[in-house]
Structures are given as C-alpha cells and as structure tokens.
C-alpha cells in the first residue's frame, strides 16, 4: 500500500500556492521534496497533515481519505515543522507523557517509548528539565521525540535540521534512517541538498506549487542529461528549465506563484 496518494490538490491565498498537486509516497521510503523558496512545499505537507485544509483535491494515507476521516489519517501521521512547537514549562518526559496521552498510548508503552527516544537524541541528561531555557537544536529534538512517541508510519518534516549542529543532525538523521528500517516512511522537506542525495530514496521537485521532476538521483541525472552531476547541479537544471516553459505558458496557469 502506498503511504500517500495526492490527486489534484489545490491551494489559493492571494494567488495559488498549490496548483494542481499530484504525489504518490511509496510505503517504507526515504521521500525528499525539494523545490525554490515559494514553490509550495510547505503548503503541500501541512495539507496532508491536517493543518490546511485544500480548496481542492484528494489526499489518501495508508489507504485513509485525510480529509473525510481525518483523525484516522492523523494516528498514523507525525509533522515535524522547521519552528518546533512545544510547551515551554514542560520538561521533556512531561512532554512526552503528555503528547502520548493524547494518542491514548498506554501508559506503560508511553514511558518505555518515551525512555528509548530521550536517550537516543541525547535528551536523558535534559529530561527533568524545564524546555523553555532549551536551545533551538534541544528543542527541535524534542518536538521530533513528541512527533515520534505514538509509533506514526507516515513522518512529514519541513526542514527538520534547520538550527541544528552537527552532531544533532547526525542524531535525527540516525533516528529517521533506523525508522524507515523499521518500515515507516518517511517525506522531508530540505535546502541542504546533500542530505536529500544521501539519505532518499527517490527525489521530488516541485515548482509553482505543481511536481515537475521525480525519480531516483539516477533518474533525475538521465532527464537532465549529465550522468555526474551532483543533485544540487541537477536541481537547478531542472528548475531552471520550468522557469522558462512556466512564463511562457498561455491561459490561467500562466504566472502563478507559490504561498
């Protein structure tokens, strides 16, 4: 079963953001959406995590309609922003009891979960301490422990390593590799494009709010015809010929901008 299905998404603020989306995530991949500043990517996964709700358009995850039977959809579905939100006078484990309550995670399972992922971000030493004085780095490894304590199968992140050095990067990226292991999915949003050519499975480009390119790094270096490029050569090859063909095009999709 495929972890996500979009069909047709459409999303308008002053001018469209998402403008006739179409994705399929494949259940237990590594999934980067990249795309320029404005593209529509961020306005795309808070669609499918529940957050926005689209003008038009299907979304299905792991076979759930998102938008009819969104509770269900959001059992299985963590959203990690690239602004961690999280209660300032809660200590870690607070907020990881709390958070599993909420899902209804049994108590007993709540604390074992809760354990495993303060001690594999390296937040155990941290755990009875009040977040609000955290790091920006800290706090982003607790919003992504929260976003990880009810076991979801579909991880959406938007940015996860932004603020991060690099010995806490090197800690999500483990904790989102050992998770697709494990047989979840994974869909990351990233402007650092090494990571997207090192950890993905298949790639995503999107621009004007529509996907342009997908495939493996493979795949994407054969459409653009330079066999060794880096993927950060062959994404801007790719943006840079939509440019072009956008600006050109007759009609009402002409000039639309992403939100």
């Known amino acids: 079963m495929n972890a996500l299905e979009i069909h047709g998404l459409y999303k308008r603020f002053e001018r469209p953001a998402v403008a006739g989306l179409d994705l399929t995530v494949r259940g237990g991949e590594f999934y980067a959406l990249l795309g320029p ?8 996964l808070r669609m ?7 003008d038009a358009g299907t979304i299905s995850i792991f076979g759930r309609d998102a938008l009819s039977s969104p509770v269900e959809a959001k059992r299985v579905t963590a ?3 690239d602004e961690p939100m999280i209660y300032d006078r809660l200590t870690p484990l607070e907020y990881l009891e709390f958070v599993a309550g909420l899902w209804e995670v049994a108590p007993a399972e709540a ?6 992922l303060l001690d594999w971000l390296k937040l155990a030493p941290h755990a009875d301490e009040r977040c609000e004085g955290f790091s920006k780095g800290m706090r982003q490894k607790v919003a992504l422990a929260g976003a990880l304590v009810h076991d979801p199968r579909l991880i959406i992140l938007d940015e996860p390593l932004t603020g991060l050095d690099a010995a806490s990067a ?6 989102l590799l050992d998770r697709v292991r494990g047989g979840a999915t994974v869909i990351m949003t990233t402007h650092i494009l090494e990571v997207a050519e090192r950890m ?3 790639i995503g480009v999107i621009a004007e709010g529509r996907l342009v390119a997908e495939g493996t790094l493979g795949e994407l270096r054969h459409r653009a015809g330079r066999g060794d ?5 062959v ?5 840079a010929r939509q440019a072009p063909a956008e600006e050109a095009a007759p009609g009402p999709q002409a000039g639309i901008a992403a939100a």
């Open 48 to 54: 499918v995590a529940g957050l926005l709700r689209p």
């Open 170 to 175: 090197r800690l999500v990226k483990d904790v």
């Open 79 to 81: 959203w990690v922003p």
């Open 200 to 202: 993905a499975e298949r």
């Open 111 to 116: 604390a074992r979960r809760s354990g495993e």
């Open 235 to 239: 994404f801007l090859d790719i943006v």
């Open 229 to 233: 490029a880096s993927l950060e050569e």
């Open 37 to 44: 500043n404005g593209a529509g990517k961020t306005t795309s």
